[in-house]
C-alpha cells in the first residue's frame, strides 16, 4: 500500500429538505387546517479516529465528499427522512486543517473521537407550525438550510513515543527491527526504508511506540532526500533516539554526521531540539569503531550508548535508559499539571449581531440597486416566494434592517428596483 500522509478534500454536508404547505382533509374535520410536515435535516459529515488505519491512502483520490440531503416534509404533518451522516475514517495523528485560512480544526488522537467538520442544513418549517390564533390557514413555509461547505487539508503526524532519527545507514531500521514488533526491510545501502516504520517496544510492563523517521540528509528541510517529507512524524515523540554509525565506511566523521542532523532538526523546527535526545552509537562491533566513539565521546562531552544493534549488543541498557526517561518525563508533565490553578469561568453574554450594520447597497443602473446582506441572502434561501404569506414575510425580514430606508437614502425612488439575491422588487411609495 502506498503511504499516503497528507490529502486535500472538498467537503459539502446535506441541505436540510424543505417544509411543504398542506392541509386536512378528512370526513369529520370538515374545517379542516394545516398539515404540512417539516423537511429533514441534512445529514452531517463527520471525522472519526481509526486505530487500524496508519495512512490517508483511502483518501488520495476522494477529492469531494458531499453528504445526502434531508428529504421534504409530507402532508399530515410527516417531517421528512434526514440525511444520513456521512463518517471519514482517519488514523490517529491526523490534524485537520481549514484550507482556505489554514486554521487548525482539530487533531484526531484518539480511536473512536469524533468531529463534527460540515454541519448539514437544518430542515424547513411546514406550514402547519405557523398556525395562530391570529392565522388558522397559513401558507407559511420554509425551504432547508444550506449544509455547511469547507475545503480542508488533512495532515497525518504519527503518534510516536520516541523518534529515531539518522543518517542513511545509521541502522535504524535494524535497531528497530531488533526491539520492535515491526519488520522494516533492511538492505546495506542508502533510503532502504521509504516510509516511517512504527514498533511496540516492551520492556518490563511498560510498552511504547518507536517511529523510524527515513531519509535524513544534510539540507533534508529543504527538500533534499526523504527526509522533509516525514520530519512532522516526530513532533509528537516524547524524546529523540540519534543513531549514529561508527562504521568509517558510513560516516568519514562520526562528529560531522552528529551536527548534521542536530543541524537538521533545528532548521526544520527548533521545537524539537527541547526533546530529550538519547545518543546511540551503532555498529561497536566493526573496526576503527572504539576510535570513532572516543572521538564521539571527547566532542560532545555527554554520554553515548555504544550498541551493534546487529548482534544486539547492549539493546537492553539501551531501552532501559530510554524506558527510564519516559517515565521521568511523564511525571513531570503530571507535576506540572497538578501545579496549574484552574482559572475561573468568565461568562460572557453573548451579543446580538447588528445585521443592519452588514448591509450594503449599490447603485447598478438608473432605478436598479442591488443588495447585498448575509441577513437577506439567508432569509432568500429560506422564504420561498410562491404564496402571499411568505412573501408578506420576506417584506417584514426586509423591514426589519431596513433595505428600503437605506436604498432611499441612497437617492432611491418609489417604483425603483430592488436585486436581492435573484428576486426583483418594487420600491412602494
Known sequence: ??????????????????????????????????????????????????????????????????????????????????????YIKLPLGTSIYDANTNELLVDILESGQTYTICEGGKGGHGNAVFKSSFNKAPTIHENGDIGQERNVRLQLRYIADVGLVGLPNAGKSTFIGQVSNAKPRVANYQFTTLTPVLGIVTHGKYKLTFADIPGLIEGAHDGKGLGHEFLKHIERCHILIHLISLNPADNTDVVKAYKTINSELKQYSTALLTKPLVIVANKIDVEEAATNLKKLEKTLKQPVIAISALHKTNIDETLAIIFKQYQTIIKQNQLKLEDKTPKARIIEVKQQRDFAKDLVITKKDEGVYEVKSEFMKYWTNKIPLDTKDNIVRYNQKMQTIGVEEKAKKLGAQPGDTLLIYGNEFTIDV
Request: a negative charge; hydrophobic letters at 30%.
Open 1 to 86: 500500500m502506498q503511504f499516503v500522509d497528507e490529502c486535500s478534500l472538498y467537503l459539502k454536508a446535506g441541505n436540510g429538505g424543505n417544509g411543504v404547505v398542506a392541509w386536512r382533509r378528512e370526513a369529520h374535520y370538515p374545517e379542516g387546517g394545516p398539515w404540512g410536515g417539516d423537511g429533514g435535516n441534512g445529514g452531517d459529515i463527520i471525522a472519526i479516529g481509526d486505530h487500524n488505519l496508519n495512512s490517508l491512502f483511502d483518501l488520495r483520490n476522494r477529492k469531494n465528499i458531499i453528504a445526502d440531503s434531508g428529504e421534504n416534509g409530507q402532508t399530515k404533518m410527516m417531517t421528512g427522512r434526514g440525511g444520513a451522516q456521512t
